[in-house]
Nanobody, 124 residues
Framework: QVWLVESGGGWVQAGGSLRLSCADS????????MGWFRQAPGKEREFVGG????????NYGDSAKGRFTISRNNAKNMMYLQMNDLQPEDTAVYYC?????????????????WGLGTQVTVSS
């Protein structure tokens, strides 16, 4: 069975940083593209970024470029999202996702597995 669990969310003031983690069951981690999405109240789920299975290729959504960094440790079945200079508009539930694909899609329907999400709240 494949499962994904996010952690590391919380409350932070504007300009602060958080590091999210995504733990994978390990059944597909080393062979899957991993992604981060976020969803704010009343808005569509938005692509934050993704990382290919090898860890050597990443892709970021416009909101994340220059502030967020995705990394992964295949030996530990873990993916990370380092978020710096957080702003109130970054407030959302953050989800990790996994897909048995060789590229990094931005569409949520191209990912096969999802975690339940972790809340990130940024106050001004």
């Amino acid at each position: 069975q494949v499962w994904l669990v996010e952690s590391g969310g919380g409350w932070v003031q504007a300009g602060g940083s958080l590091r999210l983690s995504c733990a994978d069951s390990g059944r597909i981690f080393g062979r899957s593209t991993m992604g981060w999405f976020r969803q704010a109240p009343g808005k569509e789920r938005e692509f934050v970024g993704g990382i290919a299975w090898s860890g050597g290729v990443t892709n970021y959504g416009d909101s994340a470029k220059g502030r967020f960094t995705i990394s992964r440790n295949n030996a530990k079945n873990m993916m990370y999202l380092q978020m710096n200079d957080l702003q109130p508009e970054d407030t959302a539930v953050y989800y990790c996702a996994a897909g048995m694909i060789s590229y990094i899609p931005v569409r949520r329907d191209e990912y096969d597995y999802w975690g339940l999400g972790t809340q990130v709240t940024v106050s001004s």
